[in-house]
């Protein structure tokens, strides 16, 4: 920092009148440029694809997450092209780019994303389905089906406990946990949107259960907000409280098991979207589409059936 023409320490104190001349350094602008990364592609054709998303990936750049997640992955797959925050309107089409453009650039100076070809999302920590567009022309369409709620999207989860009915529907609004900012919560309904969950407990074990979400609306970390506020977290979930043993006998050799599925054997939340289904934005053609949970989710779900009786 240099003051009144002269070089000076950071713990200089200002006085009234001085000159102060300094440098801002401007971080790189937020960018996408293609990434040689393996995905799992369920379904292509010329308007869209469907992905199956490992858990630990990201699906779009943003602060903290500059490369390594999805949009990276795909735009090598389409060999498209690097699309970067300050990029102008309507400077790429999606024809370069092999995605959709729609809502691809930032709304604002102060939210650098970058999201070509991004509809819908997933947690970082939640594998499964998602839809991506590749053409404009399916974008708006795609995500109008998500506005009205006609998406059929269909979750697959471990939790904590029993829920009580086993099924059923959880509703609530959810908005930042005012305690809390990192975190979505149940608030009252003038301070967050509106939300439902319909469940229904398809195995049973003695202290967990797997359980299947549909869900009604699409609001940020809903299966999570919902099923902790129920005092059911999901197993493994760190931010609202899935990674300690909640129910059953609290022996040491229990929570060293439970230490290890947190730590090793499934690092995130056991929650995996199944099913998706939608109407193709171009043909009109009902298109329905299913994956298995990941290899570690099931191996989990085995201890759980063994060590859990």
Known sequence: MNVNGTDVKKSY??????????????????????????LDIVHEDDDLLVVNKPAGMVVHPAPGHRSGTLVHALLHHVDGQTVAADD????????????????????????????PGIVHRLDKGTSGLLVVAKRDRAHQPLAEQFKAHTVDRRYRALVWGHLDPSNGTIEGA?????????????????DGKWAK???????????????????????????????????????????????????GPQTGERRSFF??????????????????GFTHPTTGETLHFEADPPAEWNRVRRRLREEEQ
């Open 197 to 247: 969950t319909h469940y229904e407990t398809v195995e049973y074990h003695a202290h967990t259960s797997e359980v299947t979400f549909q869900l009604e609306t699409g609001r940020t970390h809903q299966i999570r907000v919902h099923t902790s506020h129920r005092h059911h977290p999901i197993l493994g979930d760190p931010k609202y409280g899935g990674d300690s043993v909640r129910y």
């Open 174 to 190: 959810i908005g930042r946990d005012p305690n809390r900012r990192q975190r979505m919560a149940i608030v009252p309904e003038a």
């Open 88 to 115: 102008e309107a309507g400077a790429a089409a999606d024809e370069d780019v092999g995605l959709s453009m729609v809502n691809a650039l930032p709304e604002a100076p102060n939210h650098p994303i970058v999201r």
């Open 13 to 38: 104190s200002v006085e009234p009148g001085d000159e102060i001349v300094f440098r801002l350094i401007r971080k790189p602008p937020m960018q996408a440029e293609p990434e040689p990364i393996p």
């Open 259 to 276: 230490d290890r599925v947190f730590n090793d054997a499934l690092p995130h939340p056991a929650l995996h979207a199944y099913r998706l």
